[in-house]
């Protein structure tokens, strides 16, 4: 028998038997495939985030180098019109 949330109830003095020990285990083996499922989701999202945050740097990067030398570009054109 289970509760309302699906939790087992064992009756205080009343000694669980085999079934209660086997909707148990089925319980706690679907709870840890679920929680399985969750690390494997965490730890693709997780890798993901890493490989954005460096697409991310490297974009910066770039624009920051692209920018130096527009900056050095129109600095050294201004010097040769003097």
């Known amino acids: 028998m289970s509760g309302p949330n699906g939790d087992p109830q064992v009756p205080l003095g009343e ?3 085999e079934e209660d020990y086997a909707a148990l285990d089925f319980m706690l083996d679907q709870i ?3 929680l399985d499922h969750l690390e494997e989701k ?3 999202l997780h890798a993901q985030l890493q ?3 460096e697409s991310n ?3 910066r990067r770039d624009f920051q180098e ?3 030398q527009s900056v050095a570009s ?3 054109q ?3 019109e003097l």
Request: charged share 20%.
């Open 66 to 68: 692209q920018l130096n």
């Open 42 to 44: 965490n730890d693709l």
């Open 15 to 17: 000694a669980a038997g």
């Open 51 to 53: 490989d954005l945050l």
């Open 78 to 80: 201004k010097g040769e």
């Open 32 to 34: 840890n495939f679920c």
């Open 57 to 59: 740097r490297q974009a």
């Open 74 to 76: 129109n600095a050294s």
